[in-house]
């Protein structure tokens, strides 16, 4: 052997042939007996193996393969592209020739050193008389048998005929089988990698007489065992010996009822040449089965491949059920089971078709209930194990259903394709009419539908067929509904049929939503399915399939149709009701209504009976209503035009007074135009052999509207953002900012944005600002009045509300203060109710407090970020300012309020986020001012407490000025008494003066902390005051006495006056001719005074103001020095006096009231001069013990009140709190 590096001349001849190459040049005599190929599968310009002369050592000739003949020697060269150790394969074939005993050769040598470069195959084929057996003894380390390539590259198979290779077994090295016992014909064959060192001896041949395998079996009665020979392997005689005389077979035996039947095989292997049927019988009652299960003996021929078959016998109406303990998978019948276990299920039908499935072993099918009588099947491999399985019967149950058909209904339940065996019966006396396929109802009484099978959905449907007959004028069910409770989960269609007058049609209006039409063969989503069928002369028509939610409103056909409505059994009948009504007459075969919808759309509509034909010589219209400022555009995208024997295709426009156009389907259709429309389709006479007359059109509508404008600018504004936000329900409103389309815009601080609004409702939009305001260091930012800014004025929408965020440091505090002086909180019973409303919170938006002006709060405080928010009615008319906010030092509390309750109502105090809980671990104060003289009575009339997880409640009250707290209650204390809550509403605090209020939360586990307290105010009781009071009244006593005296003196001189006036029954109190009041207040003594009372001069000098409070209940007689209106009867009124209202005296407070409101009853009113009055003094009088005047002039009074000589309590300020 030699490489072609070392023959150039070799070389040069193959030069022209190979440009890159590898080639051996070798010499090989096969051994006597041998039979060697040498081949190559790539073609012979790639590879080649060629003969070499011994004269001149040239090639001779070249080919793809080469046999070698035994003891003949010849140089061979191997020339290839590739690499020539995987381009050649060496076959080395030997004959092991055998007599009755022996074999030659006995020990098989084999050629281990030939073409050793290339992979090899030996092969040894085996030949021997009939009935005699070759036994391969192997020399050296046994073998096992595998289906995988052996690692160390000799692989083994063996084989029991040339020609058969489907019984090939394949061994390895390295285990127990050291013996082959195979017939004539077998072939044993050694397959070795390149280079493998393959021994010098490898089997031991030997020879004799062949004894076969024989088996002792029993087969009972109810099982038939079939034993056959494959056609393809090697004859192989089975024998039943039963006596002295075998019955011997070699293609098949048949046993049956046989006890120790003694079998005989003349093969070693008759498993490999045999398979065996076994079928078995089980016979079933309507409640038993005999045998219970489905099994076989395991040892029953187990190594040979086995198909064993149960035939399942059932009564009618019976259920036959199969469990399967290991489970089923069922798989397609192309599909082979992995495990070789393949199950097969038939079932035949009452009416004789048969049913199958098939199954592999394992997986989750272990119940099969079954219908008539059963077949199972199991193929089982060499050496498998057979699961049984159990076999039940019952009887068949079927199913009852009351059924009541209404007047004019047609019931049909008819069968679709299924292989379960089903019927059904209408009970009847005394018979019950069964149908196998279908079942009419026509009758409207009650009547009873049973079905043979469980589960008739699977197998039936149901058409509920109604007849709605029309006058001219009505039809006799104007509203259209579907009955849900017949067959609720069968596959169901219900139809009507409408039938109206030759001249007139009916109309169809569906409700709101309208009809969406699909193509015909289509299913809607909802699974509720219309279509809409008329009925002409050249026969039925489809107008079109519809769904529910679209643009068809009305369909208009003529004369005669139908509508059917199609749900499946496993959907709930949702229908909608449509109307029915005679419509107009006219000449087209149908008029759809179509209502397109506002904005973008595209709409398809199909002609009748698309894809197929329109009708010949008929037309079709639609009515388009568009929607104002919108434009339509047609597009035709599928027609097909027919060929016409008369007339031609026209498609008409009309519009509302213009003129009709008419169109062909491949002229320009209409496109931008506006306003509704209707387009009608004209069909011609057509030649029906060819194709006819099909469209398939859409309708684009779009807007044709101008959008709203606004170029929105905020860097003139520092700080403030504009949001715009969609709170109607109109789909039509579009909102674009910066072109981009937008559910919600917002306008960054500091940037500039165009808005477009277009087709928005300004009531459908909200506007919305925010401005930020912050304060890095408390201490030196400035006070901020809280105004609205000028935004721009092309927003088409009033502006809603305007947010101020007012950031400050951790330590920071935001004081706000009303520019108006004070806040009214929006509080139960006591809501504001003014234009403007202000909804204060904290930075992480738990509430403060809604706020309106005019109120008691004076003043806010907030410890971190605050946002206020103003609604307002009209900001154009209102921009502020709305409060005035400043920054100020940390404060202890989380929120304080400084309140100056009011006097004439109470004075609510609610935690911040009421009625809902304060934030955990926060704290609110408020600081309460009280006026003078007044102390408060606080009461808790609302209090939740919580379960705190951590910390605890507290709610405290202190003096201003004062260390000490005069109330103090905390939940524990609270927690003590399941009624404390109740008892801290019930109980009352009064507090003197000016006072803290200090509500503190825990961190909740379960429930909020929250109070409501109510303060009223009282006037202070004043001991002195009432003292001074009851003296006053003495006095005043004796005052009225002396007045009463007076008075009768001066009635006494009247009397002799002969022009005093008279008391008539039936007349004037004065007579005509009387003078009245002739003498003036200098003539006569009306001020004239018996006596004074010093007390009543100096009661000014007195220093209880109280004493004048409580002298106003002691003057209850009459006053002196007045004129007092006669209050006899009288024949006439009296002339009236007409004084000026005295205007009321509000928000004052009122020490001493004037004696003329004091005595009881009173008198009219008759104006008195300050200077009359007790309570002033004129200051032109000397200090001294006659008040004489020191100067003449007008009158100058000074008030002698005793309230105003009280000492005052210091006025407090927020710098001593």
């Known amino acids: 052997m030699r490489l072609c590096a070392t023959c150039p001349l070799l070389g040069l001849l193959f030069l022209t042939v190979f440009d890159s190459s590898e080639c051996l040049q070798t010499t090989v005599r096969p051994d006597k007996g041998s039979t060697v190929m040498v081949f190559t599968e790539l073609p012979l310009d790639q590879c080649a193996l060629c003969t070499v002369s011994e004269v001149n050592d040239t090639p001779t000739s070249c080919h793809s393969s080469l046999f070698l003949l035994p003891e003949e020697e010849v140089k061979l060269l191997f020339n290839c592209s590739q690499p020539i150790e995987q381009a050649y394969t060496v076959t080395i074939t030997r004959t092991i020739e055998c007599t009755k005993d022996t074999c030659n050769p006995t020990t098989e040598k084999g050629q281990p050193s030939i073409l050793k470069e290339f992979s090899r195959t030996f092969t040894w084929e085996l030949k021997a008389p009939e009935k005699t057996v070759v036994s391969l003894d192997i020399l050296g380390e046994g073998l096992i048998e595998t289906s995988q390539p052996c690692s160390n590259g000799f692989q083994y198979s063996v084989t029991t005929s040339k020609t058969n290779t489907k019984g090939r077994t394949q061994y390895c090295r390295g285990g127990s089988v050291t013996r082959f016992d195979l017939p004539n014909g077998a072939v044993v064959s050694l397959h070795v990698k390149p280079k493998a060192q393959v021994d010098s001896l490898l089997f031991q041949a030997s020879a ?51 006890e120790k039947l003694s079998l005989e095989f003349s093969c070693l292997k008759p498993q490999d040449v045999y398979s065996v049927k076994i079928r078995k019988k089980i016979e079933c009652t309507q409640k038993t089965c005999t045998p219970p299960a489905g099994e076989v003996d395991p040892d029953l021929f187990q190594d040979f491949k086995r198909s064993l078959t149960w035939d399942i016998s059932v009564p009618e109406r019976t259920v036959l059920t199969l469990d399967f303990p290991g489970g089923l998978k069922e798989r397609s019948e192309a599909e082979n089971c992995q495990n070789g276990h393949q199950y097969s299920v038939s079932t035949t039908k009452s009416d004789g078709k048969i049913r199958t499935n098939s199954y592999c072993k394992g997986g989750t099918v272990s119940h099969l209930d079954l219908l008539g009588a059963t077949t199972v099947t199991v193929e089982v491999p060499k050496g498998g194990e057979l699961d049984s399985f159990t076999v039940k019967a019952a009887p068949r149950g079927g199913r009852m259903m009351p059924v009541m058909p209404d007047p004019n209904t047609i019931i049909t339940i008819s069968r679709v394709p299924s292989d379960i065996d089903c019927s059904v019966c209408e009970k009847k006396e005394p018979t019950p009419i069964c149908k196998p396929t279908q079942l009419i109802l026509r009758d409207p009484r009650n009547t009873t539908v049973e079905f043979t099978c469980p589960q008739p959905q699977d197998v039936f449907s149901v058409e509920i067929n109604r007849v709605i007959d029309c006058t001219e004028v009505s039809c006799s069910g104007n509203i259209v509904q579907a009955e849900s409770s017949l067959f609720p989960d069968f596959n169901r269609t219900f139809t009507w049929d409408l039938k109206v007058v030759s001249t007139r049609t009916f109309q169809l209006d569906f409700p709101e939503t309208g009809m969406r039409q699909i193509p015909n063969e289509e299913t809607c989503p909802d699974e509720h399915t219309y279509s809409v069928v008329i009925y002409l002369r050249t026969g039925p028509a489809t107008i079109g399939t519809f769904c529910k939610g679209g643009t068809v409103t009305t369909i208009l056909a003529r004369y005669k149709g139908r509508v059917s409505l199609q749900v499946p059994g496993d959907r709930k009948l949702d229908p909608f009701d449509f109307k029915l009504n005679v419509g107009p007459e006219t000449s087209v075969a149908a008029i759809v209504n179509v209502n397109l919808p506002h904005g973008v759309s595209d709409t398809d509509f199909i002609t009748a009976n698309y894809p197929r034909d329109f009708p010949d010589s008929q037309q079709m219209q639609w009515d388009f209503m568009v929607p104002g400022m919108h434009n339509y555009t047609m597009h035709f995208h599928d027609h097909t035009a027919p060929e016409c024997l008369n007339n031609e295709v026209e498609v008409e426009y009309q519009k509302e007074d213009k003129k009709m156009t008419r169109l062909t389907l491949t002229d320009s259709q209409p496109q931008h135009e506006q306003g509704n429309f209707n387009m009608v389709l004209k069909n011609c006479k057509t030649n029906r052999t060819l194709q006819g007359l099909t469209l398939n059109f859409r309708v684009s509508v779009m807007r044709s509207g101008h959008p709203v404008l606004c170029v929105v600018d905020l860097t003139k504004h520092q700080g403030v953002s504009v949001q715009v936000e969609k709170v109607g329900s109109d789909p039509y409103c579009e909102m674009r900012i910066n072109s981009k389309v937008e559910e919600k815009i917002n306008v960054a601080a500091g940037t500039k944005a165009d808005l477009s609004f277009l087709d928005c409702p300004t009531e459908d939009m909200r506007l919305t600002a925010s401005k930020v305001i912050d304060c890095q260091n408390g201490m030196s930012c400035s006070a901020t009045v809280l105004i609205v800014p000028q935004l721009d004025s092309c927003f088409p929408m009033p502006l809603h509300s305007f947010t101020w965020h007012l950031t400050v440091p951790q330590d920071g505090t935001v004081d706000l203060v009303s520019p108006t002086g004070s806040l009214r909180q929006s509080l139960p019973g006591q809501e504001c109710n003014q234009s403007v409303s202000l909804h204060v919170a904290e930075g992480d938006g738990f509430s403060v407090g809604d706020f309106c002006f005019e109120g008691i709060v004076q003043k806010v405080q907030v410890h971190g970020n605050v946002s206020v928010t103003a609604t307002a009615e009209d900001f154009s008319k209102t921009r502020g300012p709305f409060l005035n906010a400043s920054f100020s030092e940390e404060i202890p509390e989380t929120i304080i309020y400084r309140v100056s309750p009011q006097m004439l109502s109470p004075t609510l105090l609610a935690t911040p986020n009421w009625p809902q809980g ?76 000016s006072f803290y209020l200090t509500m503190s939360n825990c961190m909740p586990e379960k429930g909020h902390f929250g109070a409501l307290t109510k303060i009223d105010l009282q006037k202070k009781n004043n001991l002195l005051a009432i003292l001074l009071g009851v003296m006053g009244a003495i006095l005043l006593l004796l005052i009225v006495l002396a007045s009463v005296c007076l008075i009768a003196k001066k009635k006494k001189k009247d009397k002799m006056n002969k022009e005093s006036s008279i008391f008539i029954s039936k007349g004037n109190i004065f007579r005509p001719s009387d003078r009245h009041f002739t003498k003036t207040r200098s003539d006569n003594e009306s001020h004239v005074y018996a006596s004074i009372d010093e007390t009543i001069v100096y009661s000014h000098l007195l220093g209880d103001s109280s004493y004048a409070d409580s002298m106003q209940n002691h003057f209850n007689g009459m006053q002196v020095d007045s004129y007092n209106t006669f209050t006899g009867p009288t024949d006439a009124k009296l002339p009236v006096i007409k004084e000026p209202d005295r205007e009321p005296e509000m928000d004052q407070f009122k020490p001493f009231l004037n004696p003329s409101e004091s005595f009881i009853p009173s008198r009219p009113r008759t104006p008195i001069d300050r200077q009359d009055s007790f309570g002033f003094q004129d200051r032109r009088m000397v200090d001294n013990e006659l008040y004489t005047f020191k100067s003449t002039g007008d009158i100058n009074t000074i008030r002698l009140s005793g309230v105003d000589m009280e000492p005052q309590p210091p006025i407090i300020t927020e710098d001593s709190l």
């Open 208 to 258: 004799g007489p062949l004894k076969g395998r024989t088996m002792l079996l029993s087969v009972d009665s109810g099982t038939t065992v079939v034993v056959s020979r494959d056609p393809d392997e090697p004859e192989c005689e089975v024998c039943c010996v039963d006596g002295s005389t075998p019955n011997c077979s070699p293609t098949e035996k048949t046993l049956t009822n046989v």
């Open 918 to 993: 304060m934030k955990p671990f926060s704290t609110v104060s408020w600081i309460v001012i009280l006026p003078s003289q007044y102390q408060a009575h606080v009461q808790f009339v609302n209090v939740s407490q919580p379960k705190c997880s951590d910390g605890h409640t507290a709610i405290k009250v202190k003096m201003l000025g004062d260390n000490e707290e005069i109330m103090t209650r905390m939940e524990d204390k609270l927690a003590e008494d399941k009624l404390a809550e109740d008892k801290l509403a019930e109980n009352m605090l009064t507090v003197t003066r």
